[in-house]
């Protein structure tokens, strides 16, 4: 055996959620602002975006993940695949390094 259960498991690929989320992204630009304006502030240390079902906090993710250079690292939780919810899988997201 070359290696460890941990290194034989590998990164969840996300480019077609990423691209399937983004497709039609529009008219969101104030989302933007308000991550780039907590990104300017010492003293918050979460941004916590919230809302129904289906209002496009995942669209929103992925295109961070497109937009920014300084997101470091992702991960999306798809509902009913539950590999994308063991933190094990989580600890091995994608890295954009």
Known sequence: MTGTVATQ???IAFDRDIE??????????????????WLQQDNERFFILTG???????????????IRN???AYHFCRAGD?????PG???RSPSTN
């Open 70 to 72: 300084d997101v470091a």
């Open 20 to 37: 399937r989320l983004t497709e039609s992204f529009t008219d969101r630009e104030w989302v933007f602002e308000e991550i780039d304006r």
């Open 9 to 11: 498991v590998k990164a």
């Open 82 to 86: 539950v590999e994308t919810v063991r």
């Open 52 to 66: 129904e079902p289906g209002v496009g906090k995942s669209a929103i993710a992925a295109r961070l993940t497109q």
């Open 89 to 91: 899988r989580i600890l």
